[in-house]
């Protein structure tokens, strides 16, 4: 638009005086109401108007319409300076003493973002407000810190220990619960993990109004992120769901600092431009700081519009090029384009230009922001913020593309740090870099805490735990611990979802329960849960459901129970965190349990999953028709033979695979209690499959060896024959196992004492753990792991089979006495019918047989012959290609 010359600036001008006289005597919705019919009117007439989703590269605030901020500017600047100061500090003295790294240069644009949030916007939970939450960006955590330290909250010990975690006090690099569960609510350093996880959090906390378990009036979730962290899918992906949730209780502030690590954004465009499009479009309240109030005059004085023309056409490239170098590049490059403009700046000095300052670091236009933001209804709200990175560093690092792992300062750059800031540090001093105090009694501690005490308190507290609930016991669930009798065959899956069942009806617990699908809900057979609970809708239903007329239609409620967040597995994820960390950020403990296609979990949201540990979260994923021979039919993208490898990758990730019903009760009954009753920071991953058969009753005594990980579920009977092996089968393969065990004994007179494996994972810890204990403690007698004891009086090797990869059930070989024969299904899964997959990946009872026989001729029980014989009567063709590699 602005390229377009002006053939008649008289009528524009008309035009124009005409739009303000309607803003000045009857309001700016008049004015909007008047273009609207304006542009239909064009269009209906055949104009063609193209669509522009972004305003003039100017601040969306007119300067007459700010909010004042009721601060001191005064006194906050000298405490944000040092905040700089100390978060600088704290990275070069850590950098100095052990080399373990740290970031400077990002902090230092956003200094001025965090200080107002801290000293007029961010509410501690206190008896009048629910608290804010606050998404730091991760690589800005030193001014964080900094911060703390001259509150009061943290030691220059602690500031000391940055990086350096490992002897206890110390500071972790980024925000992580797990390494400062008091401190760090939200783990954000996996770029785009923080805008998608702030955007479901936002809409859980409505969630869990509308549901009435939580008061969360007035309470805000703000986000702060990168102008290169734009660029991660996450960070994006889910904006729309925001604003067609009407989330106005969610913020996100965008750091646009024109860089990310290695150079600029969007050197050849303009990232605030780029992003304003992209939030009107889906729907935000877009909100851009751009320009510092020293820009307020010129831009008054821009009647012709030639600064803004300019304003516009610059790029970002130039745009951080100017900052890296003084006021009169800025005056020849920028002002001196267009004549008028340098004439407009012609009574400046070169350091009046250079004062010329960007939006984000202009306190005054931030405040103004921010109000405006919180005034917000109907929308969330993005702040665009226009910033320089490593503002302050000078000829160390500001707006240089080397900046963002600059480390290092020399004497010349710390003494113009400080100069710039107003600092009082000796020259003799400063090469000490040492950290800068109030005293207690000056007046900017007074403010400090005089401001954080009208907001509730010290900002950066995590909640460890909340009131805990009280967990039915085990006979709550007693139709699953009895056998299901004949024909009356079912999946594990199906015990889950009766399982649920009891669940949401029971008098403590039902309410808290979290039941969250990513549009797989009648996969699951869940759907009669539609209309038991309702489909959680901000709106209700406004619409007669298709299946009304049945039974279990679809009922979308205001009350619903139900999180049906549509195929978004990273979104589903992101309510389950929210659900599963609600007993520390809304102080209510709720139960999520996320059932998902298995295949579709940790491997495509493992980083979530991941972040999910570290934020110390509580809850249930349901690896659902998990397998990669169970799930017959579906192939090679859909079976899963691996997601229990990775969730043994996640530390307080505790994870099944069982194959009864009964074994389901006894883990989610026990997950139950340990995470709602005990209040332990773990999370449970339980696959459940799709295949259906009989259930047994539970054998006596079972459920504590159920939840180590694995139980003597049927002994064989004694003969003298010598001939005998342990069978160790794990989920749904647990039944070949068992048919394997009847053709071994049937045909080879070989007796069997099978164990049902619910957990690798467990066992494998469980001795881990065992064996480093009997490391350290060489003199006191040996403890015994679990594996081992099972084995201690049994005979005969040992083969295990399981339909997850064979590294999954090769994890015990430590601890296993003699000799170990795993069955797993590594390689591409395919699809076809269970018999026939079992077959093809080696894991049948056939090939169970044959492993087993194989042990047996090792020790020299049998003889090669009667493998052979085997092998040609299950009709298996050795020379067959390797299922791990075809
Ligand atoms: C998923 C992911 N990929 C890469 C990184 C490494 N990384 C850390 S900071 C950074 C650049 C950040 O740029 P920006 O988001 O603009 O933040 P700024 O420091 O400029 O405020 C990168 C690539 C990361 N932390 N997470
Ligand atoms: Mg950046």
């Excluded at 700010?66 to 600047?77: D, F, M, T, V, Y």
């Excluded at 790029?315 to 004439?343: I, S, T």
């Excluded at 009977?717 to 749904?732: E, F, H, I, K, M």
């Excluded at 394997?740 to 099978?754: F, G, M, P, Q």
Aim: hydrophobic share 35%; aromatic share 10%; charged share 25%.
């Amino acid at each position: 638009m602005d390229s377009q010359p002006d053939i008649d600036p008289q009528e524009t001008q008309e035009w124009l005086d005409a739009l303000d006289s309607v803003i000045f005597n009857e309001g700016g919705e008049r004015a909007h109401f008047l273009l609207e019919k304006l542009i239909e009117k064009a269009r209906r007439s055949g104009a063609y108007l193209p669509y522009s989703a972004t305003t003039a590269y100017i601040n969306t605030i007119p300067t007459g319409k700010e909010e004042r901020s009721p601060g001191n500017n005064a006194i906050e600047h000298r405490i944000r300076s040092y905040v700089r100061w100390n978060a600088m500090a704290m990275v070069l003295r850590a950098n100095r003493n052990t080399n373990v790294g740290g970031h400077i240069a990002s902090f230092a644009s956003a200094a001025t973002l965090y200080d107002v949030g801290y000293n007029h916007f961010w509410h501690t939970p206190s008896e009048t407000h629910g608290g804010d939450l606050v998404y730091i960006q991760g690589h800005s955590s030193p001014g964080v810190y900094a911060y703390a330290f001259l509150f009061g909250q943290l030691s220059q010990e602690q500031l000391d220990h940055f990086r350096q975690e490992t002897g206890g006090n110390g500071l972790s690099s980024y925000p992580h619960p797990w390494l400062m569960p008091t401190f760090w609510k939200f783990p954000t350093v996996s770029m785009g993990l923080g805008p998608l996880m702030a955007i479901y959090q936002a809409r859980f906390m409505k969630y869990l109004d509308s549901r009435g378990l939580a008061n969360t009036e007035g309470r805000k979730i703000w986000a702060f992120m990168g102008d290169g962290e734009m660029d991660e899918p996450e960070s994006l992906g889910a904006i729309s769901l925001a604003s067609r949730e009407n989330l106005d209780n969610l913020i996100f502030v965008v750091n646009c600092n024109l860089q990310r690590l290695d150079g600029p954004v969007r050197g050849n465009g303009k990232i605030i431009q780029e992003l304003e499009g992209a939030f009107r479009g889906a729907g935000w309240n877009v909100i851009k700081v751009i320009w510092g109030s020293y820009w307020d005059p010129l831009l008054a004085r821009d009647t012709k519009g030639l600064l803004q023309k300019r304003m516009m056409e610059c790029v970002d490239g130039e745009y951080q090029n100017f900052k890296a170098r003084d006021g009169a590049y800025v005056r020849e490059h920028f002002f001196g384009k267009y004549p008028e403009l340098l004439e407009m700046v012609a009574n400046m000095s070169d350091d009046d230009i250079w004062r010329l300052n960007r939006g984000g670091h202009d306190p005054y236009k931030v405040y103004a922001a921010y109000a405006a933001a919180v005034k917000h209804t109907g929308q969330p709200t993005v702040i665009l913020a226009k910033t320089i990175k490593g503002y302050g560093m000078g000829e160390a690092g500001e707006a240089q593309n080397i900046t963002h792992q600059q480390k290092k300062m020399g004497t010349t750059s710390l003494k113009a740090f400080r100069n710039r800031f107003g600092l009082d540090i000796p020259d003799d001093e400063i090469d000490k870099v040492p950290y800068l105090t109030f005293a207690e009694d000056s007046p900017e501690f007074s403010y400090m805490q005089e401001r954080r005490k009208a907001l509730g308190g010290t900002f950066h507290c995590r909640k460890t735990s909340a009131k805990a609930l009280e967990i039915p016991p085990l006979s709550a669930f007693e139709s699953l611990l009895k056998a299901s009798g004949e024909g009356r065959e079912s999946s594990t899956t199906m015990a889950f979802v009766r399982i649920l069942n009891i669940l949401v009806k029971d008098k403590q617990i039902g309410k808290h329960i979290v039941p969250i699908v990513a549009d797989e809900s009648r996969t699951f057979g869940m759907e009669g849960m539609f209309r038991q609970l309702g489909i959680w809708s901000s709106v209700g239903q406004l619409y007669t459901p298709q299946d009304a007329d049945q039974l279990m239609y679809y009922k979308e409620d205001k009350h619903g129970q139900i999180l049906q967040e549509g195929i978004n597995e990273a979104g589903a994820m992101s309510s389950w965190i929210a659900a599963a960390t609600s007993y520390s950020t809304h102080s209510i403990q709720m139960i999520p349990f996320f059932i998902f296609y298995s295949m579709f979990g940790f491997q495509r949201i493992g980083d979530l999953a991941w972040a999910a540990g570290d934020m110390r979260c509580r809850g249930f994923l349901l690896g659902g028709t998990a397998g990669r021979t169970t799930l017959n039919g579906e192939g090679l993208q859909h079976e899963d033979g691996h997601s229990h490898i990775v969730a043994s990758t996640i530390p307080n990730c505790v994870s099944y695979d069982p194959a009864f019903a009964y074994e389901l009760a006894v883990i989610i009954q026990d997950g139950l209690r340990r995470m709602y009753l005990e209040q332990e920071d773990v999370y449970y991953y339980i696959t459940v499959m799709n295949e259906n058969y009989s259930h047994p009753e539970m054998p006596d005594g079972v459920e504590k060896d159920i939840l180590k990980g694995m139980y003597l579920f049927s002994e064989g009977s004694v003969s003298n024959n010598d001939l005998r092996v342990q069978l160790l089968g794990a989920g749904t393969i647990l039944r070949e196992v068992i048919a394997a065990a009847e053709i071994l004994k049937k045909e080879y007179n070989v007796n069997t004492d099978i164990w049902s494996v619910t957990s690798f994972n467990e066992l494998r810890r469980e001795a881990l753990s065992i064996t480093r204990w009997n490391m350290l403690h060489p003199t006191q007698p040996a403890k015994v792991s679990h594996v081992e004891n099972c084995f201690k009086e049994r005979e005969g090797p040992v083969v295990a089979a399981t339909d997850y990869m064979k590294i999954y059930a090769d994890q015990i070989r430590e601890f296993v006495p003699g000799r170990y024969r795993v069955l797993g299904t590594d390689g591409f899964g395919r699809s076809d019918t269970r018999e026939k997959l079992r077959h093809f990946f080696e894991v049948d009872r056939f090939y169970i047989t044959v492993a087993a026989l194989k042990a047996l001729s090792e020790e020299g029980k049998i003889s090669n012959q009667q493998i052979i014989q085997a092998i040609e009567r299950y009709g298996i063709d050795p020379e067959r290609p390797n299922p791990a590699t075809s």
